[in-house]
């Protein structure tokens, strides 16, 4: 088969391996609410490292909470976005490269446009079937009671989180403060990278209003 007789099926062939990528926004490992790009394999490398030792303390890679403040009082009739960022408020992302023009042109003309043939034709990835390995930072969000210490658990690729009913409805049924404990992690390829962490964050007390 000549190859010019396969362009037509690339973009048919493009849309099914992006709708067969496990990349939903959210998935459940145990009571584990997983979101963004995070997988599986961070969270159990993740957890491994929290068994061997306590976070470490480090002011410019915690996560610390932004919203909301400690000692809210949340309204009930809906889920609030919990948001928070690493380090000082100032060190939170890293510059922009430069785009200058000459950069930007050299970008502009590096399109690959035979990627998508490469894929139809390259052999079936494992990685497919589990999605994308993690690289990046992962934050594990904690809340609980003085009687539920996992009350809701969530591992996240975001710096926000807004509860599902399912997680809302189990903090408005505590009827009593609940703590949010963050701590952080930065992976390769679904490892705590070396002096990636994890690292404490911050504690914060909340309640929702009757």
């Known amino acids: 088969m000549q190859l010019r007789h396969l362009f037509p099926l690339v973009p048919a ?46 002011p410019m890679r915690k996560a610390t909470l932004d919203m909301p403040a400690d000692g809210a009082s949340l309204p009930r009739a809906t889920p609030p976005v919990f948001t928070w960022h690493f380090g000082t408020a100032g060190t939170e992302r890293a510059p922009l490269p430069d785009f200058g023009p000459t950069q930007m042109f050299a970008q502009q ?74 701590v952080s992690a930065i992976f390769e390829s679904n490892r705590v990278a070396q002096d990636g962490g994890p690292f404490e964050g911050s504690t914060t007390t909340f309640t929702v209003a009757p």
């Open 13 to 58: 062939f493009a849309a099914l391996m992006y709708a067969c990528d496990d990349h939903g926004p959210t998935v459940e490992v145990g009571d584990v609410i997983l979101e963004g790009t995070v997988t599986d394999e961070a969270y159990g490398a993740l957890d491994v490292a929290l068994g061997s030792g306590a976070p470490k303390d480090d």
């Open 109 to 182: 003309n590096t399109v690959d446009w035979s990627a998508p043939l490469r894929m139809l034709l390259a052999p079936v990835r494992t990685a497919h079937a589990h999605g994308d390995p993690f690289n990046g930072t992962g934050t594990f969000l904690v809340f609980s009671t003085d009687s539920e210490p996992n009350l809701v658990r969530v591992f996240t690729s975001n710096t926000s989180y807004v509860p599902s009913a399912d997680a809302w409805g189990k903090m408005t049924s505590a009827g009593k403060p609940i703590t949010l404990k963050l």
